[in-house]
Nanobody, 126 residues
Framework: QVQLVESGGGWVQAGGSLRLSCAAS????????LAWFRQAPGRERDFVAA????????YYADSVKGRFTISRDNAKKTVYLEMNSLKPDDTAVYYC???????????????????WGQGTQVTVSS
């Protein structure tokens, strides 16, 4: 049974930092890409970043490029999202998701991800 469990969300002032963690179980990370999505109230679930857990290659949404960093620790079966220079627009529930890796291609469409965590709230105040 695959489980993805997010942690690390919270409240921070604009310009601050947070690190999210996604602990995976029930799957071998070497076969998967893991991604972070976020969803603000009344909005669609948007792609944030993804990482190919076998190669370490990463891909980012333009809105977070240069501010967020995705990384993984395969031994701990955990993926991280380091978020710096946070803005009020980053406020959302952040979700971890997993999909079978496909070479150098990254999936940015939420509906194509098979496994999801329960989400963790990030609130950035101005």
């Amino acid at each position: 049974q695959v489980q993805l469990v997010e942690s690390g969300g919270g409240w921070v002032q604009a310009g601050g930092s947070l690190r999210l963690s996604c602990a995976a179980s029930g799957l071998s990370l070497n076969w998967y890409s893991l991604a972070w999505f976020r969803q603000a109230p009344g909005r669609e679930r948007d792609f944030v970043a993804a990482i190919n857990c076998a190669t370490g290659a990463a891909y980012y949404a333009d809105s977070v490029k240069g501010r967020f960093t995705i990384s993984r620790d395969n031994a701990k079966k955990t993926v991280y999202l380091e978020m710096n220079s946070l803005k009020p627009d980053d406020t959302a529930v952040y979700y971890c998701a997993a999909v079978r890796a496909s070479g150098s291609t990254f999936v940015t469409t939420a509906s194509r991800y098979r496994f999801w965590g329960q989400g963790t709230q990030v609130t950035v105040s101005s």
